[in-house]
């Protein structure tokens, strides 16, 4: 009948903690700053929704590609990092709302003692035998003032947090990773293009040294084809290098050795062609929605509101339930054990009275952190409209530039034919097909730059969409 009172005592207390919790006010909702719900930017403001972009780097159709992106997501160690900061945040969201029920323990003890014949009173004669001990103890504490509920927000938003700033890390994996083969692409083309003009300039060496030992062209000619096509040659070096610290870079993404990156992309190979799907990034509001990062911001806002009121709740008083129940024996008989049990059950309270300022002292702090979580929330807003400004600009830049070069690349091509029909024709100085040989190759070259920029601006363009 105790043990019925204690457990009747107990669900009165819950329902209570229930009811109280429910009455508190929830965390302070976070609402975007005002640029991001009103763009001056009409190109943004107007623009069409954009399209799903799941595995959007398939559109590549580059085998190669597609191969390092899913080792990427499979073994880069920041993104392994991430998802096991998810997995830490699930375990205190689950230590935090353990705290809403009660705790049960089971004690159990078993001896063999001997009392000597001054212990043995009054029977003074010394005896042996034995000890068992079991008892329950059942301890909970009401959610009178919130501390629990607001501890399981802010748990519960750390762990948002933690999915976000995952997801977060996979999008610049992705990136990352898209952007390093792009380079290593890029730089090839860059490699043959040198090796092709050095060859040129080798031949038109070759000619000016056969056209001086029939006295047609002075020693000064071949010293100046040979200087151009070792200043040519020399270039190849610093290219080599970069695309080198590219597949280093991409054996750190995906994990992998240098030696199974180079495996994968030799022989070298054209640049990918890709046209991005992107015909527009959608609204405002759409844009915030998407980004992972101004997601996790605002769930760390959330918590440090929550936090807010676990500091406070800590400024009530806290009621405690407790109840044991339990035996101590000689022997395992039903008389004996119904003799021998025992059984308590009480509450306790407390209240603070005076501290010194240190509950109120954490109350400012967790007001602080909330503050700065909000101008951090801000920040991430701010950062995520630039980002997506900023690259649908240079996205629109590099095309143009890139196009603008492919029509230098034409005209330098065109003169470079003409002037080298002329000076083997004998009708213009052997300076200017020079002159024209470096054009070309500075056209040829400047054109891949930009061609290879263009694609990772619609890359990072993808990427700030928060895809």
């Known amino acids: 009948m105790n043990l019925l009172r204690l457990t009747t005592a107990l669900a009165a207390a819950a329902t209570l903690g229930s ?27 107007h623009s069409s929704a ?5 595995d959007w780097w398939h559109g590549f159709h580059d085998p190669i590609l597609d191969r390092l992106v899913a080792t990427a997501l499979a073994s880069n160690l920041d993104l392994k990092a991430a998802v096991a900061r998810i997995d830490a945040a699930r375990a205190l969201e689950a230590g935090a709302a353990s705290q809403r029920f009660p705790s049960l323990d089971l004690n159990t003890d078993a001896a063999r003692q001997r009392l000597s014949a001054s212990q043995a009173f009054p029977t003074d004669t010394p005896t042996t035998g034995n000890a068992f001990g079991i008892s329950a103890s059942l ?18 938003a750390d762990v948002d947090s933690a999915r976000n700033e995952a997801l977060a890390v996979r999008i610049a994996t992705i990136e990352e990773t898209i952007l390093t083969y792009v380079s290593v692409r890029g730089l090839e083309q860059r490699i043959d293009l040198v090796q092709e003009n050095a060859l040129s300039q080798r031949n038109t060496e070759a000619s000016t040294r056969r056209m001086f030992e029939a006295g047609v062209v002075p020693a000064a000619d071949v010293d100046r084809a040979a200087a151009q096509t070792e200043t040519t040659l020399a270039d190849l070096s610093a290219l080599e290098l970069q695309r080198q610290t590219a597949i280093h870079r991409l054996s750190i993404l995906t994990a992998s050795t240098p030696q199974g990156i180079y495996a994968q992309l030799d022989p070298p190979a054209p640049m990918p062609a890709w046209t991005p799907p992107v015909s527009g990034v959608g609204t405002p509001a759409d844009l915030l929605r998407r980004r992972p990062d101004v997601r996790a911001a605002e769930a760390r806002v959330v918590a440090a509101y929550a936090r807010i009121g676990v500091a406070e709740a800590d400024l009530k008083p806290r009621l405690q339930l407790v109840g044991m129940i339990g035996a101590a ?31 109120r002292s954490v109350v400012a702090l967790r007001r602080a952190e909330a503050e700065q979580a ?9 950062n995520a409209v630039s980002e997506v400004e900023t690259s649908m600009a240079a ?17 330098a091509r065109s003169a470079y034919e003409q002037i080298n029909h002329s000076w083997r024709s004998g009708e213009s100085a052997f300076i200017d097909t020079l002159d024209v040989q470096r054009s070309l190759l500075k056209a040829e070259d400047a054109m891949v730059q930009a061609q290879t920029e263009t694609l990772r601006s619609e890359v990072r363009l993808v990427s700030a969409l928060g895809q």
Do not use: K, M
Request: with cysteine; charged share 20%.
């Open 50 to 54: 954009v399209p799903d972009l799941t």
């Open 374 to 382: 909000l101008d951090a929330y801000h920040a991430t807003v701010l």
């Open 395 to 411: 996205t629109d830049r590099d095309h143009r530039r890139a196009q603008s070069l492919e029509r230098a690349t034409s005209s």
């Open 19 to 45: 009811l109280t919790a429910c009455a508190n006010p929830p965390a302070a909702a976070v609402t975007p700053p005002s640029l991001a719900t009103a763009y001056a930017n009409e190109a943004l403001a």
């Open 139 to 156: 301890a909970w504490e009401p959610d009178l003032f919130g501390r629990v509920r607001q501890r399981v927000s802010a748990a519960s």
């Open 329 to 359: 024996i000689d022997s395992f008989s039903g008389i004996t054990l119904a003799r021998s049990l025992a059984w308590v059950a009480g509450a306790s309270a407390t209240a603070p009275i005076f501290d010194g300022g240190q509950r």
